[in-house]
């Protein structure tokens, strides 16, 4: 396994636990250097680490007003204000309940007039802040990692993608019908989460433990886009016991 790093992998029993983890994980960065760079995911997995977060700053316990933050992806087509974009999603979880600076927090622009342009801006956009300090992942039960879905390689960067029928279905249910899902969307790529100077992901439940075992155990492979996760040298894992569960504990 010549190159291959060793990802860090913490199990403990439940959601509450791993968010709470996780949240850990973003205080101690934010502890450490205040203006940090972070990169930060949407989706079910991450609600209660925000809730969290919320909970420290509300109790004075945690400030974000120095850091500057860039979001995994967006949906094509929805509007900022659209209540199921991702900047929907951070502004009423996140952004808007704590201190952050509205200025320094990015996400993908899925509605830009030149889609083929907006990932080369946020590439850029990424740089000129000196890029990520610590990049938050979800998973994709089918292992996609941001927007980035089995096909996905990597020397990948922030582009306008296709999302797999699994993952519209998977995502259906933040829609009133699936028809209203987009099919499209801008996501950071694989290279562009890999620069990230330490990641941190986080996956609970049954229904990611299948990804979970592959990401971890099997062959690095576009087709299971986590798995590009092995090759890079800071990476944790913050697992609850179901998403653990097909994993044998050998190191
Ligand atoms: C979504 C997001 C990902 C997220 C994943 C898992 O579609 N684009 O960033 O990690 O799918 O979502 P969930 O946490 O809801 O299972």
Redesign the pocket.
């Known amino acids: 396994m010549g190159g291959i790093n060793v990802i860090e992998i913490e199990i403990v029993p439940d959601h509450e636990s791993a968010s709470a983890r996780v949240a850990g994980f973003i205080v101690e960065q934010i502890r450490r250097k205040p203006a940090s760079v972070l990169g930060l ?6 609600e209660r680490t925000y809730e969290l977060l919320v909970e420290k700053v509300d109790a004075g316990h945690l400030s974000f007003s120095q850091a500057t933050t860039f979001n ?2 967006e949906y094509v087509g929805l509007r900022p204000d659209h209540p199921q974009s ?1 900047h929907a999603y951070m502004r009423s979880r996140l952004f808007g309940a704590t201190d952050f600076d509205a200025e320094r927090t990015h996400l993908p622009k899925g509605t830009a007039d030149e889609l083929s342009d907006a990932g080369g801006q946020y590439e850029a956009l990424i740089a000129e802040a000196g890029g990520i300090d610590l990049q938050l ?5 089918n292992g ?4 980035n879905e089995p096909g996905a390689t990597e020397g990948s960067r922030t582009r306008v993608v296709d ?1 797999t029928e699994e ?1 519209i279905a ?2 259906s249910r933040f829609f009133d019908s699936p028809e209203d899902v987009p099919r499209r ?1 801008l ?1 950071m790529g694989i290279a562009t989460i890999l620069e990230a100077r330490e990641i941190v992901l986080i996956a609970t ?1 049954e ?2 433990a299948e990804a979970v075992e592959r990401a971890l155990r099997g062959p690095v492979t576009p087709q299971m886009p986590a798995s590009f996760l092995q090759q890079h040298p800071s990476v944790t894992f913050v697992l609850d016991e179901a998403a653990a569960s097909l994993l044998d504990k050998r190191a």
Not at 144 to 147: A, D, E, L, P, S
């Open positions: 995911a949407t989706g079910g997995t991450p995994l992806d991702y992942l979800g998973l994709g039960a996609h990692i941001g927007f999302l993952t998977a995502n969307a996501t439940g229904s990611k």
